[in-house]
C-alpha cells in the first residue's frame, strides 16, 4: 500500500527502535553518567523498543524482529511471526522492570517507569492470552501502584444539560487535559509534547474539536458507543425504567457526558444540537442571563468538514487550548498511553479468563465504577456475566484511549461488531430504544436496522475476515526488503 495512514506508524516506530539501538551501542561512551544511570536509562530504551514492537504486531501482525543497529549486511529481515515478538517482549520486560525506578519522582510520567514496564508486560500477556501471568504481573503492578498512582475524582462540573439549554458544561480536563497529564495520578505513562519545540505538537484535538472550536472534527463517537453507556441504575438503555427515548441522555453513566459530546450538552460555550434541515449538527448558544437560546452561525451547516456521527469527542479535548491564539491545528496536549483503570480492567479480565471470580475482580472493576458513581456489580456474577461486565467497562471507560480496535479482535468478535450498518447523523425527532433489540454476550448494541436505519443516516460497512485484522506492510518497505511478504488480501 502507500496509503500514509498505514505507512506512518511502521515509520515511526521502526525510526524509534532505530534510535534506542543506537543509543544502547554508545551507552558506555556518554560522558557524566554513572553505571547506575547507565542502567537505568538503557533500561528505558529496551521499555520503549518493545513499546514499539507491542504496537507493531497489532496494526501489522508478524513484522521483521530487529534487536541491534542494522547495517546493509542484515537489513533484508523476514518477518516474525506475532508469538515470537510476544516472548521477546514479555521476556525483555521482565528482565528491565527491576531496573526501573517504581514512579519518575524527577521526571513524572514521561519516562518509563518500573510500574508501566510491568503493565505493558501485562497487556502483552493478556492479548497473548497467558492470562496466569497477566494476572500475577498486573497484581505486581497494581501492588507497586498503591503508593504512586490512584483514579482521579471527577470535575464536580459535571451536569446534565437538559432540552431547555440550561447550563451545565463537562469538564474532564483534570484527567485528560493539560492539567490532568501533569497532575492527575491515574497516569502511569504518556508521550510529551512541547509547543515551544519543533515538531513536538500533535493534531489530535484539531481533528476531534467542532469548527466552532479551531477543529475539523473528523474524529467522533459512533451512535454504536453512544448507545452502549447504561442507565444511572447500571441497567442497559433496552432494560432499564429510567430511559426516556424523548429524553435520552438523562440518567445516563456519567462517562457519556464526561467523554463525549452529545446532542443537548455545551461544548466550548455552545449548545450542541442536532439540525434536522441539514441532518448535520450545529451550536446554539446557551442561555445567559434568563434570555432564549438562539442559533449561531456554524460551518458545519454548509462546510464538509463536519461531525460525521454527530457526536464530538469530549475526552482528550482541552478547552484551553482552543482559547489560545497560538493554537490553530497542532497542541502540546500530552498523549496519554498507560493510565491505571486499563491495568486495572486487565487484572479483572486475566481472572475472569481463569474462571478465578473472587472478590479482588469486583473490587477493581467497581472502583472504576464509583468513580463515575455506577452502581457496583451484583455478587455472584457467573463468569459469562462477568465477562460482559468486563467488556463494557473496557468499552465506556476506555473509550478513545486506541484499544477498542484491539479488543474487538482478540476477543473474536471483530467481524459481528464492525460487518454492518454505521448509524450517522441522528434525526433529532426520533430516538433509538425501539431501533434496539438486545445487546449481545459482549455489551455490544444489536440494532434493528430497517427501524434504525428510519432514525439515522446509514453507512454500510463490510469486514473482510483473513484481511481487515491487519493493515498492509507499506509497499516502500516491500521494495525495499525482498524477505517481506505481504499481508492476506492486499
Known sequence: TTNALAIKPWEIHYKTIARCHAVLDRLNDIPGLTEAQKTEL???????????????????????LVKSTVTLDNANVPR?????????????????????????????????????????????????????????????????????????????????????????????????????????????????????????????????????????????????????????????????????????????????????????????????????????????????????????????????????????????????DFNSTSVSGNSDLNVGIFRLPELMLIYAEAKIELNQLDNSVYDVINQIRARAKMPALNNGLSQTELRKALRYERKVELANDGLRWYDIRRWGIANNVMNGYLYLNRNANNWTKSAISSFDESANPVYNHPKASTYFTTQQVVYKVNKDEYWPIPQSEMDANPSLKQNPGY
Not at 43 to 60: H, K, P, V
Not at 181 to 188: A, D, L, N, P
Open 42 to 64: 538503557g533500561s528505558e530504551l529496551r521499555f520503549i523498543r518493545a513499546y514499539c514492537y507491542s504496537q507493531l504486531i497489532e496494526l501489522y501482525g508478524g513484522v521483521p
Open 80 to 320: 516474525t511471526s506475532i508469538t515470537e515478538i510476544q516472548q521477546f517482549i514479555i521476556e525483555e520486560l521482565g528482565a528491565v522492570a527491576p531496573q526501573l525506578p517504581i514512579s519518575q519522582s524527577q521526571f513524572g510520567n514521561v519516562r518509563a517507569s518500573r510500574i508501566a514496564a510491568l503493565m505493558l508486560k501485562a497487556r502483552v500477556e493478556l492479548y497473548s492470552k497467558q492470562y496466569a501471568a497477566a494476572a500475577a504481573t498486573s497484581k505486581q503492578a497494581l501492588d507497586l501502584a498503591a503508593g504512586v498512582h490512584s483514579l482521579t475524582a471527577f470535575n464536580s462540573s459535571v451536569n446534565y444539560v437538559g432540552k431547555d439549554h440550561t447550563v451545565g458544561e463537562p469538564d474532564p480536563s483534570n484527567i485528560f487535559g493539560h492539567s490532568g497529564f501533569s497532575g492527575s495520578k491515574e497516569w502511569i505513562w504518556v508521550a510529551e509534547y512541547n509547543i515551544n519545540v519543533p515538531g513536538y505538537l500533535h493534531n489530535q484535538q484539531y481533528y476531534s474539536a467542532s469548527r466552532l472550536g479551531k477543529g475539523v472534527c473528523y474524529w467522533g463517537p459512533t451512535q454504536n458507543l453512544i448507545d452502549s453507556y447504561e442507565m444511572t441504575d447500571g441497567l442497559s438503555i433496552t432494560e432499564s425504567p429510567l430511559y426516556d427515548e424523548t429524553n435520552p441522555f438523562k440518567n445516563r453513566d456519567p462517562r457519556l457526558d464526561m467523554y463525549a459530546v452529545r446532542p443537548h450538552s455545551r461544548y466550548l460555550g455552545y449548545q450542541f444540537e442536532p439540525n434536522t434541515a441539514f441532518s448535520k449538527v450545529n451550536n446554539y448558544w446557551t442561555v445567559v442571563n434568563g434570555s432564549a437560546p438562539s442559533q449561531v452561525a456554524n460551518a458545519d451547516a454548509t462546510n464538509a468538514y463536519r461531525s460525521f456521527s454527530g457526536y464530538l469527542w469530549r475526552k482528550v479535548v482541552d478547552i484551553a
